[in-house]
């Protein structure tokens, strides 16, 4: 069951205080939202960085229907990324989605996954 995270502490203990997903968490203020499944997590934002972003930790199948929510819940405007090898999986998994660019071990996805 997909659990909303309300509380930055609860991302904290959900990620294990990984750094991108705290980073896109942003203490939960200015719009941002967070969802755990199982052992993954994602965390969006709004305009961080100049891009609405998506932060994708965790286990593969949790991952992906995650970001399928997340886009569900938030618009297609929002480009996961995370860890290289769990975001091929993402990729391959949820529709619509493309390998985008990738940067010092992390990769992004691009497209309308049409949700």
Do not use: K, N, Y
């Amino acid at each position: 069951m997909i659990h909303e995270l309300r509380r930055p502490q609860q991302v904290r203990a959900a990620c294990g205080d990984d750094d991108l997903v705290m980073w896109v968490a942003q203490g939960l203020r200015s719009g941002a939202r967070a969802w755990a499944l199982g052992d993954a997590v994602v965390a969006a934002c709004p305009a961080v960085s100049r891009r609405d972003r998506l932060a994708v930790w965790g286990g593969r199948a949790g991952a992906a229907a995650l970001v399928r929510h997340a886009l569900a819940e938030l618009g297609p405007a929002f480009r996961p990324f995370g860890e290289v090898e769990l975001m091929r999986h993402v990729t391959g998994a949820v529709d619509g989605l493309e390998p985008g660019g990738a940067d010092g071990g992390r990769r992004q996805c691009r497209g309308d996954p049409g949700v």
